[in-house]
């Protein structure tokens, strides 16, 4: 069993309220969820409203299949959230 690990941390700059943020983690877990059926969580950062940090797990029977999930989830979000990435961490165990 392989399990692909990522930590991002996302910068929404035009945030003024926990509410606004709230709204854009919702949508994007959903969306990330539904698309690529991996498990994914706000897990840091959750008392500041201009950051967004993501916790994303994957679990496969190949480590080229988890890179493949993970770089797939990490372009999908990248092209679909109004912010910018500020930090990703990856780790496949």
Not at 11 to 21: D, G, M, V, Y
Not at 62 to 73: F, G, K, L
């Amino acid at each position: 069993m392989i399990i692909g690990i990522i930590n991002i941390k996302i910068h929404i700059p035009w945030a003024r309220s926990l509410k606004e943020k709230r709204m854009v983690v919702k949508s994007i877990c959903a969306k990330v969820r539904g698309k690529y059926n991996v498990s994914i969580a706000e897990v840091e950062e959750q008392d500041i409203h201009q950051i967004i940090g993501l916790g994303i797990a994957c679990v496969t029977n190949e480590t080229t299949q988890a890179d493949s999930i993970m770089d797939n989830v990490i372009n999908y979000i990248e092209s679909n959230i109004d912010g910018v990435i500020i930090k990703v961490e990856r780790e496949i165990i």
